[in-house]
T-cell receptor
């Protein structure tokens, strides 16, 4: 069993839909990151969370430390949101453990 | 530049060749990381530097993989006698300090034929 699991693995949505991507982890963590990876490989950090909730534009990330679960929400989705979204946990002081990613496609 | 850069962006090697992948971290970033990302998978940790010291190389898959950061800035990941299973995207990331947000480069896509 992977230490970081994401669901769904693939997601297709219509433009404007509300999207939720889930991340569950089984290790103790100091922080959790949500990352976005576009075709071509570049990775962008969206959020770093250790508790509660963060919002940036149309993106919202939440974390429940007790349940070892985090969600990434995208409101009013747009085709430019199409990417792979990766959950990564920092188990110690520096080492990321990555989920396998959720491939999101938003159709116009 | 302002971000992490990597070169080359794409590399095709014949099985058995040696390759060298370069990473230029953000200026002033103490920590540097290398990751390997197989197709359809999340990245996996390879090695970690703090300045010029390689503090963790537990993720290097074999002794054919070698990384260095001799002056505490630019880093090179070298793969000797490449094999087909080495085909992957190699990502470099840097952070200001240990535990800080890591900033990723665009990656080098290595294809071994």
């Amino acid at each position: 069993k992977n230490e970081v699991e994401q669901s769904p693995q693939n997601l297709t949505a219509q433009e404007g839909e509300f999207i939720t991507i889930n991340c569950s982890y089984s290790v103790g963590i100091s922080a959790l990151h949500w990352l976005q990876q576009h075709p071509g490989g570049g990775i962008v950090s969206l959020f770093m969370l250790s508790s509660g909730k963060k919002k940036h534009g149309r993106l919202i990330a939440t974390i429940n430390i007790q349940e070892k679960h985090s969600s990434l929400h995208i409101t009013a989705s747009h085709p430019r949101d199409s990417a792979v979204y990766i959950c990564a946990v920092m188990g110690g002081t520096y080492k990321y453990i990555f989920g396998t990613g959720t491939r999101l496609k938003v159709l116009a | 530049g302002a971000g992490v850069s990597q070169s080359p962006r794409y590399k095709v090697a014949k099985r058995g060749q040696d390759v060298a992948l370069r990473c230029d971290p953000i200026s002033g970033h103490v920590s540097l990381f290398w990751y390997q990302q197989a197709l359809g998978q999340g990245p996996e940790f390879l090695t970690y530097f703090q300045n010029e010291a390689q503090l963790d190389k537990s993720g290097l898959p074999s002794d054919r993989f070698f990384a260095e950061r001799p002056e505490g800035s630019v880093s090179t990941l070298k793969i000797q006698r490449t094999q087909q299973e080495d085909s992957a995207v190699y990502l470099c990331a840097s952070s200001l300090g240990t535990g800080d947000t890591q900033y990723f480069g665009p990656g080098t896509r290595l294809t071994v034929l």
